[in-house]
């Protein structure tokens, strides 16, 4: 089951500029080990992420082997609307995450 | 009656051990950014451990059991005459009274369930109930030397704690915080795990998972930390 | 008489451990460094400033370090940041994250975990809706933890 956690501000005041975490339960793979016998372990990362506020994107990021294991992305947004933020994770093996929260701006 | 327990506190609190006012977490040897790692709730990275083991628990524990505040502090502990840490408990009910297969060590249900449990005791003080034998067995093997470098875990950690190994300090090695996410692994592991890590680095052959030295040294560690403060789960490097 | 699949594993085992050995792997790897700066940059003068880098100068672990990026920008329409991209030296490959901001950000703050492999630097460096790009540099101090699974120390 692929996990993740969003910690966003259920509410704020409308130009309010709001922090946002994520994290992802993955392993992040670098692609760059080589097991005991000495076959190279293949790559898998989540290699993007896209938080999207009533379908505009807010955010993105390209993310590569260097990032630590469950990858922790923190970032902040103006609080324009109250609706939906949409966050999305996408990588390797076809691995793909969607999570969404709701926010109330006042 | 009063002579014995006399004798047995002279036994018990030999120079050479940490004197308890001065015992510290290796929490305050972690940099800033760490321990931020570790307080953060929202970016703790045993976070989905915890979430996972709090619906093991809320499907398979509720229906018997409210409320595991206080119960990890206690562990290891005695029971029916035989010393068990957290992880056999578990598995004692899963097997007898539940009559379900007992989870591995290191599997991602057992390590969800005790730091699901540990959580539940955060910032209470360890309190271990002390048994003699146990504690005897367990002191000897943290004073015993082993492997190729020949070393005693309180030559470093009794005698040496603060100082530099290799650009990293020695912690005093007080299991506070376990099940931890270890940085080092990328993953949560439970205390076996870690002491495991300790005797491969003195180059010793490792006891086993579930081996009456691995619980009976658990059993001193935790025993020698009490009235510290549980951090379940604990971030460290 | 040593047998063929015995042969071929001893083969295989020696060649990651010979590559590890190349004595020119630190400057191939500097070299991948400017390369991935060049193409960030796409030639334009870096310029150092404007661009905080926060890590930790000495590292608790390198497989899980926290860094953290700010950048001085009143995040307009008409003046913000436009991304962030953090390298390291050392690194088998020098990209760590490349993050895509814009107005809508408010504030032009950023903070990941990142593995850092070896002791070197970390660079951060900002394109700003001006065309201008910004950096920071930070070197940083990695040590192995002590008692590790597979006994290297």
Known sequence: MAAVSVTVPKTAKRGEVIEIKTLAAHVMENGFRTSQTGERIARDIITQFVCTYNGVEVFRAELYPAMAANPLIAFTTVATESGTLAFTWIGDNGYSVSHSATISVA | MKLIALLALAVLARAGEIPLAERRSGYDLMSRETR??????????????????????????????????????????????????????????????????????????????????????????????PDDK?????RRLFERRQGQLNLACSQCHDDNWGKSLAGTPIPQAHPTGYPIYRLEWQGMGSLQRRLRNCMIGVRAEPYTYGSPELVELEYYLMWRARGMKLETPAVRP | ?????????????????????????????????????????????LRPGRVKLDV?????????V?????????????????????????????????AHLGPRAGRAIVSVRG???????????????DGSFWSDTISVVVTLSACLEDGLI
């Open chain 2, 36 to 129: 931020a790692m570790q307080d953060d709730d929202t970016t703790n990275p045993a976070l989905f451990t915890l979430m996972e083991g709090e619906a093991l628990f809320k499907a398979n524990c509720a229906s018997c059991h409210d409320d595991m505040k206080g119960v990890a502090p206690r562990y290891p502990a005695v029971k029916a005459g035989e010393l068990v840490n957290l992880e056999q408990q578990i598995n004692a009910c899963r097997t007898e009274r539940q009559k379900a297969r007992p989870f591995a060590y290191e599997s991602k249900e057992l390590l969800a369930l005790t730091a699901y449990v540990g959580r539940e005791s955060r910032g209470m003080p360890i309190a271990v109930s």
């Open chain 2, 134 to 138: 146990h504690l005897a067995a367990g």
């Open chain 3, 1 to 45: 008489m040593i047998s063929r699949r015995h042969f071929l594993l001893l083969g295989a085992m020696a060649t990651p451990a010979l590559a590890q050995l190349d004595p020119n792997i630190a400057a191939k790897r500097k070299a991948a460094l400017d390369e991935a700066v060049r193409a960030v940059t796409r030639g334009v003068q």
């Open chain 3, 56 to 64: 930790p100068p000495l590292v608790d672990n390198g497989n899980t």
């Open chain 3, 66 to 98: 926290p860094i953290t990026v700010s950048v001085e920008s009143p995040m307009t329409q008409a003046d913000h940041v436009k991304a962030i991209t953090v390298l390291t030296e050392k690194n088998p490959q020098p990209y760590v994250l490349r």
């Open chain 3, 115 to 129: 593995r850092i492999a070896d002791t070197g630097n970390v660079i951060a460096i900002a394109e700003m809706s």
